[in-house]
């Protein structure tokens, strides 16, 4: 499997995006994404699990429940999440399916949305529907395009989905199959990182491979808890959370047999990694990535569950910030997880290339590490921690980031 | 019951404090608070709820297990939270006991001791132990002092177990029962508020009354419920906060009957929610004080859960920053509190005066409320919000604050 940085969900063959201004929020950037399949896709889709989901969530649970084989079209629009919008939210995010379905072709049902932004407002169904229109011409006239062309239209689709996102999320892998290369396209958009999952977190998937539903499904699920989940709270996410995977079958090759579905399912959750990655490393205001290990948990539900009340602990992000080895507040996060541990059996190690250059804790007493050392390894951009709970042999990892001075200005300012 | 803003732990009879710079961290202030009863008390405490519990935690708990009946003496030091600092730590915490015992002249099992401060540092227990030795001469010589003096010498003590707190945190409570009038003192520390209870919360609260410890513990318990833990999640707390409760007797008046009992734990209930209050108003970087109701809930656990993932959402706590009516975060954060409910049956109240001043959200659709009305709301110093789940009848009410850019300066510096 190769990755290219450059690719998109237009590398796949078979699928074409475009972007437009809609101007639903933002006056001077696009912010709305159509992708279409030249043929039917089987469709599978990861959910928010927040008890208050967003229209279009609802609108996509019903669709896909009714059709998970012959989906054409996705549109995203950033600006406005259609979230706590009620009654005229759904009626809207139904709507938008019935113009996609228009304007491009398809009926009604085999149409998805997302949406992004801002929470209980109601999107502007009219300057939506002329995006809509305009979205649908551009699209039409770039079906001979060179496959340059077509990249770039994936990656202006990448940048319109983006809210507080500095930069767009965006890769392609070619993976080689006994019977011939197939590709997979993805782009995400993310940010907010105090809980990762409390910005809304989107991606789409795209891939020429032929795979049957219940397969799509399987792969996607095991993709997203070994990628997304990993900068993600079970159960804590945001109205809007999706994660979505097309999969037309332009590319001849079919997914049919277990050995190629194991190459399949590591290249997609691959991929995944890398944008969740992404996703982690262009968190607002982050200025570093770090991976938390949690080793020697009795189950692995228990080290995920501690390595991620590490990785949103605002006094350990706050100190990942200002670049001071506080490894205090890491226990002390680790403690308040809810999973029974003796402190005084703890190991605690941290490292750049290697998670265990140096430790800071053995046996809940800290060593005689010399202050300089830590603090040059909590200075980097990137940088690994690994805290041994000493009760058994699960592990997991976690990838979080820091929580600057700049979180809180875009975060208390983001409406104004 | 009449409270009395300017009373403290020293305005029970019976009790005297005092403070000294120990210079355990601070150069320029008092650090170190002692506080001594002239006779035994029953006592009894709650403490922290986390895994990694520091030092002192463990010290106290076992020295409560073998005497809650005649306790003398408690010494609280800042600056440093002897957390986790291993077998050391708990070794500085047994010697801490024993130099107050000498120095104030009882045995070593009447003592206790609360640290707040950095983690992962050994006390330095020279500096400790010739503080202990200052403070104890001055308590003596202190004596036969004025209440002024000595209700100023209690304040001192609230001043010195400051850590990033901008003001002490002390009151009184003058209770009026059928065998006379007894005085509840109370003091605190806190501070960090993203998770209140990520930042040690350290009371210590007196009264001349005579209570037995079993019946002090019930009180105890139930005061803190309605209290402390308004303002932080059960189970998610630091790894020293404590709340201790002493009871000498000084009075006269003893606690032995049912009708005193309802009055007296009424009046400590009311204290230490005003001493809660006080730590969230004066939470780090704090500019609003919010009440959060949830109410409609099927269970008063359901209810808690929902209002306190509320009251420490980041980005709900941020809007409040701004001064942005964002009501859709808070739907957001009580969607994700893992409780059950239909969205389209929630409603949403704000008010300064009243919790349901105007409506925002009726049944999960956004009134047509005008943006100037909820925004002259959001920008006032207090305002509550009531949440309406639409399942049943049960209610819970917490207090948080916003969050504000000052938390993450003071946060990410916090060593440095």
Redesign the interface.
């Given at each position: 499997m190769n990755f290219s940085p450059d690719g998109t969900v237009t590398t796949p063959q078979g699928f074409r995006a475009t972007a437009v201004s809609a101007y639903i929020k933002y006056p001077d950037r696009p912010d709305l994404a159509l992708v279409v399949s030249d043929m039917d896709c089987s469709a599978t889709a990861v959910f928010t699990?927040?008890?208050?989901?967003a229209a279009p969530v609802v609108v996509d649970r019903a669709t896909l429940k009714a059709n998970n084989s012959h989906i054409r079209a996705v549109l995203i629009n950033s600006g406005n999440?259609n979230?706590?919008?009620?009654?005229?939210?759904l009626e809207n995010a139904r709507h938008t399916q019935a113009l996609v379905a228009t304007a491009v072709g398809c009926a009604a049902d085999e149409v998805l949305v997302m949406s992004t932004g801002?929470?209980?407002?109601q999107l502007p169904m009219d300057r939506l529907q002329a995006g809509i229109a305009a979205a649908a011409n551009r699209l039409e006239s770039a079906t001979a395009v060179s496959p340059e062309a077509k990249e770039a239209a994936g990656l202006s689709a990448a940048k319109a989905i983006m809210t507080t996102d500095t930069r767009p999320k965006h890769l392609a892998a070619l993976v080689e199959l006994p019977g011939g290369v197939v590709t997979i396209g993805g782009m995400a958009k993310g940010a907010?990182m105090?809980?990762p999952?409390?910005?809304t977190m989107l991606s789409l998937i795209t891939t020429d491979a032929a795979i049957a539903p219940d397969v799509l499904a399987d792969m996607l699920k095991t993709a997203v808890n070994h990628s997304f989940n990993r900068i993600s709270i079970d159960?804590?996410?945001?109205?809007n959370d999706t994660v979505l995977l097309l999969a037309n079958g332009a590319s001849g090759v079919a997914i049919d047999n277990h050995d190629s579905a194991v190459v399949f399912a590591e290249a997609l959750t691959a991929l995944c990694a890398e944008l969740a990655r992404m996703i982690v490393k262009d968190g607002e205001g982050a200025t570093k990535f770090v991976e938390i290990v949690v080793s020697g948990a009795e189950t692995a539900v228990d080290a995920h569950t501690v390595a991620n009340t590490i990785a949103t602990?605002?006094?350990v992000k706050?100190?990942f910030?200002?670049s001071?080895a506080?490894?205090?507040?890491i226990?002390?996060?680790?403690?308040?997880?809810?999973?029974?541990?003796d402190?005084?059996q703890?190991n605690l190690w941290v490292g750049v290339q290697h998670t265990d250059e140096l430790q800071l804790?053995h046996?809940?007493?800290?060593t005689h590490y010399a202050e300089s050392d830590a603090a040059a390894i909590f200075a980097q951009p990137e940088f690994m921690i690994r805290l041994d709970l000493g009760r058994g042999s699960a592990r997991d990892t976690v990838w979080t980031c820091d929580?600057?001075?700049d979180?809180?200005?875009i975060?208390?300012?983001?409406?104004?």
């Open positions: 699990k927040n008890q208050v989901v999440a979230a706590s919008t009620g009654q005229p939210g801002v929470i209980g407002v907010g105090i809980h999952n409390m910005a159960g804590d996410t945001s109205t602990s605002p006094l706050t100190a910030a200002g001071d506080n490894w205090g507040r226990l002390a996060a680790a403690g308040r997880a809810g999973v029974a541990f402190q005084y703890t804790v046996q809940g007493t800290p929580l600057s001075h979180y809180v200005a975060n208390a300012d983001y409406r104004t």
